[in-house]
């Protein structure tokens, strides 16, 4: 196991190094995050929901998985009052949501192997709802950083809402696989066969893109902002964690990969919307850094202990 993480690690370091040797530019980081969002994560997707028998109980795990990014935008919210408003958003998307399908899912698979992969995919089709659009929504409307939108009609506004969720490759590879499921259709074993490389490239794609995203902050401010998202995200990720091991009514098999995804680090559209609201993508791309380092350590200790239990 700790060959497996170190190995994950290992892909984190070296694109770091390369870039610092100039063999990667500062924004070849969106090469890698378009090859994960576009293509391995979509191909791993499937490749979970086509491998691993549907049990109609992990319904169950999408709602958790949508709570679980909801609420803790809420509490962020609350718990910030005061502080300046580029900070409240960064906290607001950073502390919640779970970086679930390209980060959680192949951790997991690495850990434990394929059957992993479709409880981390059933939790992160409810935690996209929010990760991929309704977290820049909810921010922006609380703390009123969209003055431009203020004016707009209603119908306008849903408009663009639901631009930003079907304009995500990702979220309408879940929606899909998860209507298939709901539908019993089985996917036909020559698009499994097609997708199979690229799904099994995603852990690489994904852990570069990490490495490529890492800069370290010069502002005092942006180090604090950050230790706060690290200590809100420990505090969500026990919560979460133990709101799964006990009240989820799933086979106990999966609870385990429950904690797993309770120990996620930042998901990668928390780094797009921190970007795009506060102008900062080097803090952004940091919060990513080090929060993936903390939780891959995490869990690859959950799983020792879950596995020796």
Not at 1 to 24: D, E, N, R, T, W
Not at 146 to 173: E, H, W, Y
Not at 203 to 214: D, E
Request: charged residues 10%; aromatic residues 10%; contains cysteine.
């Amino acid at each position: 196991m700790l060959f497996q993480s170190g190995s994950l690690l290992m892909v984190i370091v070296v694109a770091y190094a390369l870039k610092h040797l100039h063999v990667f530019g500062e924004h070849d980081y969106k090469v890698a995050q378009a090859f994960a969002f576009n293509l391995t994560l979509p191909c791993a997707i499937v490749l979970s929901f086509a491998t691993n028998k549907h049990d109609m109980s992990m319904l169950w795990i999408v709602l958790f998985g949508f709570l679980s990014a909801l609420i803790p935008l809420f509490v962020v919210f609350l718990g910030t009052h005061g502080d300046e408003t580029r900070y409240r958003a960064f906290e607001m998307l950073n502390a919640s949501g779970l970086n679930l399908g390209a980060f959680c899912l192949p951790v997991a698979q690495t850990l434990i192997g394929p059957s992993a992969g479709l409880p981390v995919v059933m939790m992160d089709v409810g935690n996209a709802i929010v990760a991929t659009a309704a977290a820049l929504s909810v921010t922006k409307s609380l703390l009123h950083m969209d003055d431009a939108a203020a004016n707009l009609p209603i119908g306008l506004k849903l408009r663009n809402i639901a631009r930003d969720f079907v304009s995500s490759l990702s979220f309408d590879t879940y929606m899909l696989m998860l209507m298939l499921m709901i539908a019993h259709v089985t996917i036909p074993q020559w698009i499994v066969q097609l997708v199979t490389p690229f799904a099994n490239a995603n852990a690489f794609v994904t852990m570069a893109m990490v490495g490529l995203m890492m800069e370290i902050p010069s502002e005092a401010k942006d180090r604090l902002a950050l230790l706060k998202v690290i200590v809100w995200r420990a505090g969500f990720a026990v919560v979460i964690g133990a709101a799964g091991w006990y009240l989820l009514p799933i086979d106990p098999s999966l609870k385990g990969i429950m904690l797993l995804c309770a120990a996620s680090p930042v998901t990668v559209f928390s780094t797009k919307f921190t970007e795009s609201l506060t102008g900062n993508p080097k803090l952004a791309g940091f919060s990513l850094t080090v929060t993936g380092l903390i939780s891959l350590a995490a869990m690859t200790a959950i799983h020792m202990v879950v596995a020796g239990a």
